[in-house]
């Protein structure tokens, strides 16, 4: 089974500090940028490990604002 990809519209400033505190959580998932100019990320999520990514996403609540939406097209990427 492959990862699951999650996307989300996000602060430019916030970005950097998602990124680090998925590091921190090694092998859980991967963070990569999408669309800089659009401030969109996606999360590849290792499978198994979709109920803790979903606790950090909700420890996020009132220090950063996430908004999930659908995967873009690709013309919209990078």
Do not use: H, W
Request: with cysteine; proline share 3%; aromatic share 8%.
């Amino acid at each position: 089974m492959g990862c699951i990809e999650r996307y989300f519209r996000l602060r430019r400033g916030d970005i950097v500090f998602v990124k680090y505190t998925f590091e921190a959580l090694d092998n859980l998932v991967v963070v990569t940028t999408v669309n800089r100019d659009r401030d969109i990320i996606v999360l590849r999520i290792a499978p198994g490990c979709e109920d803790e990514v979903e606790k950090v996403l909700e420890s996020f609540e009132g220090t950063v604002c996430l908004e999930e939406i659908e995967a873009p097209d690709s013309q919209e990427r990078l």
